[in-house]
């Protein structure tokens, strides 16, 4: 994990990326934050998925190695991406996800990658020794590491880490609620600065949800204002203040 991390700043220096806004799932997650807190002065923002910032206790290091012995890597990972519940009901997404890693042509590369991950370190993030930058912290409901992601966000800075627990989403909230996450994203970066005169669309709705996020950014670019908005729908109206929720 340190090495990828350390490998990113020749990759923005290849491309000519001066600084970047990162997004990150799951171990994605992992390295970009790893990254972030090493080079600051790259990273303008970050979007983070089923983050755990937690190395592996001996209680994680056993059940694992004897969830190693009974069962196989594929089943591990998917064990690690979706909940419960998602497993049980053996979904759709999660035969194509199992059909997809079962039938990859670097079936070991990844193998190794998943024991990589599994013996990470703890980034070692707390109030006084965060990011410098605005982030943003998004987990479903019922998600193996919605723990750790609460958790990791009672590590940050209130003042510019926005925590989207997403209801109805499962273990994969970008594959699950694509929509959704996509018109939190376009919030946050808006509370950036960017993309100021782009217009809220209406968030789609299937199936009653709910869905709350809270925003709150500081700086010469930083904005305040609530937005919310109810189940019948509708365009989200602004109003000055300094939080920013969304419900649907």
């Known amino acids: ?8 700043p020749a990759v923005l220096q290849y491309f000519n990326f001066r600084t970047v806004i990162g997004v990150g799932v799951g171990a994605g997650a992992y390295v970009l934050s790893k990254f972030t807190l090493s ?8 979007v983070l998925v089923n983050i755990d910032a937690n190395s592996r206790g001996w209680m994680d290091w056993a059940a694992q190695k004897l969830t190693t012995l009974t069962s196989s890597v594929t089943e591990q990972i998917l064990s690690h991406l979706f909940s419960q519940e998602e497993m049980c009901a053996n979904t759709e997404l999660l035969q194509s996800q199992r059909e997809r890693i079962c039938k990859a042509p670097n079936l070991p590369n990844i193998e190794l990658f998943w024991k990589t991950y599994n013996s990470r370190r703890d980034l070692n993030i707390d109030r006084s020794s965060t990011f410098k930058c605005p982030v943003m912290l998004v987990v479903g409901d019922q998600a193996p ?9 009672s590590k ?5 880490t926005s925590f989207l627990k997403m209801a109805d989403a ?3 909230p970008q594959l699950t609620q694509p929509a ?4 939190a994203f376009k919030y946050f970066i808006q509370g950036m600065g960017y993309m100021a005169s782009s217009c809220m669309t209406r968030l789609s709705r299937s199936r009653t949800t709910s869905l ?5 950014m500081e700086g010469s670019r930083s904005r305040s204002r609530t937005l919310s908005q109810g189940s019948q729908g509708g365009q989200l109206p602004p109003s000055p203040s300094h939080t920013m929720e969304v419900s649907c």
Do not use: F, H, R, W
Not at 212 to 216: G, L, T, V
């Open 39 to 46: 080079n600051p002065e790259l990273v303008e923002g970050l």
């Open 145 to 153: 590491y919605e723990d750790a992601a609460v958790e990791c966000n």
């Open 1 to 8: 994990m340190e090495q990828l991390a350390e490998m990113l």
């Open 180 to 183: 959704k996450l996509t018109e």
């Open 156 to 160: 940050m800075d209130p003042t510019t």
């Open 170 to 172: 499962g273990g994969m």
């Open 212 to 216: 709350s996020s809270s925003y709150s």
